[in-house]
């Protein structure tokens, strides 16, 4: 059984809450747990909201700092668009560098299915870490 709850709006105790929240017969789960988990939970989850967001995975496709480099990131994105129009792709530019990602993943597990069907079009795209991926975004 697997559990996602959106904890940005949320204290600790707000957490485990809605965590131990049931409706109908769908069963209910009670979670007991010390205190103190409720502030380390409550602790993550401001830091969580200070930061805009959280530590997550996209696969990258391109990364080129030639002169031409502008021009060969956006051929990946309309490639990228054609075949995967469906996901949320960036082109970004932090100088010297052109780099185009696609999806938003928590894990780098969570991400590998992408890179799987990506690695076919794009033979050398690989998962790579990013900060403050929103949690709207996630896939």
Same mark, same amino acid.
């Given at each position: 059984?697997?559990?996602?709850?959106?904890?940005?709006?949320?204290?600790?105790? %707000?957490?485990?809450?809605?965590?131990?929240?049931?409706?109908?017969?769908?069963?209910?789960?009670?979670?007991?747990q010390d205190p103190e988990l409720e502030n380390m939970v409550g602790v993550h989850?401001?830091?969580?909201?200070?930061?805009?967001g959280i530590d997550g995975f996209r696969i990258q496709l391109y990364l080129g700092?030639?002169?031409?480099?502008?021009?060969?990131?956006?051929?990946?994105?309309?490639?990228?668009?054609?075949?995967?129009?469906?996901?949320?792709?960036?082109?970004?530019?932090?100088?010297?560098?052109?780099?185009?990602?696609?999806?938003?993943?928590? /894990?780098?597990?969570?991400?590998?299915?992408?890179?799987?069907?990506?690695?076919?079009?794009?033979?050398?795209?690989?998962?790579?870490?990013?900060?403050?991926? /929103?949690? /709207?975004?996630? %896939?």
């Open positions: 059984m697997a559990v996602y709850l959106n904890g940005q709006n949320k204290t600790g105790q %707000q957490f485990f809450e809605e965590l131990s929240y049931s409706k109908g017969d769908s069963g209910r789960v009670n979670v007991i989850i401001d830091m969580n909201k200070r930061n805009g700092s030639s002169n031409n480099a502008k021009n060969e990131a956006t051929e990946v994105k309309k490639k990228l668009l054609s075949l995967f129009s469906d996901e949320k792709i960036y082109v970004m530019y932090e100088a010297p560098f052109w780099r185009v990602q696609v999806g938003d993943f928590r /894990s780098k597990n969570e991400a590998l299915e992408l890179y799987r069907s990506l690695k076919k079009e794009f033979p050398s795209c690989y998962p790579v870490p990013v900060n403050n991926i /929103s949690l /709207s975004n996630l %896939q």
